[in-house]
């Protein structure tokens, strides 16, 4: 077991990797712990509030993140220094990330629908950095042969295939499958050969005037959206917390 963490994490340098993806998540269930028990008015822990102003738990997020990244860089690969770093950074980024609806709405939308995003980042960022700890590449350059390594035609050739297959899953709002694909380039490829959600810019720009197309695309997002919406939702509520029923009160500018 030991020869074969240090041949897959120690030797390669992906030690750091593993402990900030360690970090990342453990903050992240943590502080939606701690959230929960302050919601729910059990346990000693209350929200910052010095003078009355409620200070979230991105803001020490955002220090821990540019203390840890700035230290990462510095430090390299191997070594103390870089897996204290990592973890300082995945503590940085579970809190930022926890708080990422906030961060895009300007509001405090916590605990509304729009607070779910939040849960939806998380859960693919740790996908993600999984992936890379799997050995995964981004673009895929980690399948090509030794011969197209060789060539730089080859290398740049994969890459703008690859990353047209992305651009095509991202404009036909297929926005997981985008960036998932930036990994597994066959995620993008479904993506892209996918008919477009209904609301997207592609399905704007060329299903105009393809009545079929359009009716096909409405209906088949409705099916996927009916079979996997309420999952996802259960998913979503047992990881961060169902969201408040009761929409939040309109905020006047």
């Not at 990592?86 to 509304?112: C, P, Q, R, S």
Request: hydrophobic share 50%; with cysteine; glycine share 12%.
């Amino acid at each position: 077991m030991g020869h074969w963490f240090d041949q897959n994490f120690v030797e390669p340098g992906k030690l750091p990797l593993l402990l900030a993806l360690a970090a990342f998540v453990l903050t992240f269930a943590v502080t939606r712990l701690i959230t929960r028990l302050i919601r729910a008015g059990k346990g000693p822990f209350r929200n910052i509030t010095p003078g009355g102003l409620h200070v979230h738990h991105v803001v020490p997020g955002v220090v821990l993140t540019v203390i840890g990244g700035f230290g990462a860089v510095s430090s390299g690969r191997h070594g103390v220094t870089a897996g204290v770093c990592a973890v300082i950074f995945g503590m940085g980024a579970g809190l930022v990330l926890d708080e990422f609806a906030l961060i895009l709405h300007l509001d405090d939308v916590y605990w509304t629908e729009e607070g779910r995003q939040s849960v939806e980042v998380v859960v693919l960022t740790a996908a993600l950095v999984l992936l890379l700890l799997g050995g995964f590449s981004p673009l895929g350059v980690n399948e090509l042969t030794s011969d197209q390594e060789q060539g730089r035609f080859g290398i740049v050739l994969t890459l703008l295939v690859n990353f047209c297959f992305v651009l095509i899953a991202l404009f036909k709002g297929k926005a997981r499958m985008a960036v998932i694909g930036t990994l597994v380039p066959f995620v993008a490829l479904f993506g892209a050969i996918r008919l477009a959600r209904p609301t997207s810019k592609w399905a704007k720009r060329f299903y105009r005037n393809r009545h079929r197309a359009r009716s096909r695309a409405v209906l088949r997002a409705y099916h996927h959206d009916r079979r996997w919406v309420g999952p996802r939702r259960r998913f979503e509520d047992l990881i961060g917390g169902a969201p408040d029923r009761t929409p939040a009160p309109v905020r006047k500018s």
